[in-house]
């Protein structure tokens, strides 16, 4: 019996974490090819995720922001008793470009106001995309919000 309880104490902070949203973490993809031919230069992806990605791979969803939004206006919305329950669902919370967090032109050192390129929702989609496979070797997301 005492074993067990020493088990079950060491998963504690485990299970906690599983919840608990990571803080902002960034991805550097280096240059962003977009689809009008434009480049945006040292591209990083801004995100957060809350939950744990199961052994499959096969409980992310994925939740971009809107123009303007950041990904911590977003976590009200993931919780137990919420919008998508983080012990259940892998969640990864995605700065779309030009929010100020991700690229963009109020944060580009070398591309900055006018310099930064227009991004279309078609060029995020696919960057997005190239990003959850790289970062987390993900193919197919459960859903996208």
Known sequence: MRFILR???LLLPFS???QTPTQQQFAAIDTCALESGAVITDCRIGYITVGTLNATRS????????????ASDILRYIGVDSLID???YFVIVVDSFGNGVSSSPSNSASQSG???PAVSLKDM???HKQFINTQFSITRLLRVV
């Open 114 to 116: 006018k310099a930064f």
């Open 16 to 18: 906690a974490h599983a």
């Open 59 to 70: 409980n992310a969803i994925l939740f971009p922001t809107w123009y303007g939004g950041k």
């Open 86 to 88: 983080p012990q259940k």
């Open 125 to 127: 989609v696919r960057l």
């Open 7 to 9: 088990f079950l104490f």
